[in-house]
């Protein structure tokens, strides 16, 4: 064990233009779903973006994820498939009126992204008492979104497009991927080059649902307190 | 609506600094629980972080979030007892060895920290059916820990350090802030200025768990599966 004094060190602090760099990725990432291009992802790449989804916060420093890399592209399209058939039940549990427009959205670009990128979670990966997990049993499935928001991001930053797509049965991904019961399946990504972007939320542009404004979600002191 | 085709946009790519600068914002990131100052907050820094968090991805763009800025040192030294309580009955699920350790770390911030921010995620915020939510109850609060990870990383490049706690039993913060009962506590962030952060995570430097070779965690095509 090192140290521990020697392990605090001086946080660098951030240029006004790295600042603004990071603000960027934030800001103009996007659920990519039809602007994949064909061009497979160079190794190193890929490896940056999973080093990026490793290095997020996990509750006990439990780091509950796997990586399924998924470039094949027959076990593309049994996701595909996998996804279509959750889909169908999913438009149906709409009002006719959403329904119509629901059908009108295309969700995923599972066979066109080169890539996908099976991220799950491990629950029993440091045993069954875990720092911080004890109150919240789902502090290690939150501790794996992190991860995917992070390697979302550094995405962004690499001209990569990421789509997260979540209208499946778990149980067909599993299968599919020989995934064990007790893993839980967390995100299905689809990735790939991207050279063009919506400027908003794909889903604000095709007038499924808009911003709100932030200021109505802000609270002070307690819940519904809106000024101090 | 706007017409579609206006809103797909070359997607401006970033240059290798503003690579470079996300990558070291998600690189050099850490859970904070001791290197707080006690400086509060601008206003207009925390509207920067709130407004990373808004831009989050969220499922069917239901935006379920909700920010509870507390300030207040009477509400934070209350959500500390909290803490403290959840915190003893989790030290006893611990192994006796173990335990002696547990009981040595610091876990939070909650009255150091001079900000508060209880993230919160109302699965009624667009209905009972949501786009992307139908076979994965669970989406929601994804997207709020999407949130999370957003504000986290915006925060290292403001020269913020934040810290989930997650050791409460959700009920009490619930009551301290009275928070509705359909909603959910996703996280409870301390939030401040800091001047020095560990570069290794804390719980690596003091013992507690280290880092595991993301190599072991990566599979091709299938679980399990090391070589393609």
């Known amino acids: 064990m090192r140290p521990i004094d020697d392990a605090v060190r001086p ?8 600042r603004e760099a990071v603000y960027h990725a934030i800001m103009t990432r996007r ?11 160079p190794d190193d790449l890929v490896m940056r973006l999973l080093t990026a989804a490793h290095h997020a916060p996990s509750v006990g420093f439990m780091q509950p994820w796997n990586f399924i890399l998924v470039k094949s592209a027959e076990v593309r399209a049994r996701v595909r498939d996998a996804f279509a058939k959750a889909n169908e039940e999913a438009a149906q549990m709409f009002t006719r009126e959403r329904q119509e427009k629901y059908r009108s959205l295309k969700l995923e670009g599972i066979v066109e992204a080169p890539l996908g990128i099976c991220v799950t979670c491990d629950p029993s990966r440091s045993g069954s008492v875990v720092l911080g997990r004890t109150h919240n049993p789902r502090m290690d499935s ?20 990421i789509g997260w797509v979540s209208i499946f ?21 689809c990735a790939g080059f991207v050279d063009r972007l919506y400027d908003e939320p794909e889903l604000a542009v095709k ?12 609270f002070h002191d307690g819940w519904g307190q809106i000024k101090t």
């Open 207 to 218: 007038g499924w649902r808009h911003r709100m404004p932030l200021d109505e979600l802000i």
């Open 31 to 41: 659920d990519v779903r039809s602007q994949f291009l064909p061009d497979s992802l």
């Open 169 to 189: 049965r778990e149980g067909d991904l599993k299968e599919i991927l020989g995934i064990p019961d007790h893993i839980e399946v967390v995100a299905w990504l």
């Open 142 to 161: 939150c501790s794996t979104v992190c991860a995917v928001q992070n390697l979302w991001l550094a995405a962004r930053a690499e001209g990569v497009g």
């Open 11 to 18: 946080a660098s602090s951030f240029s006004a233009a790295e």
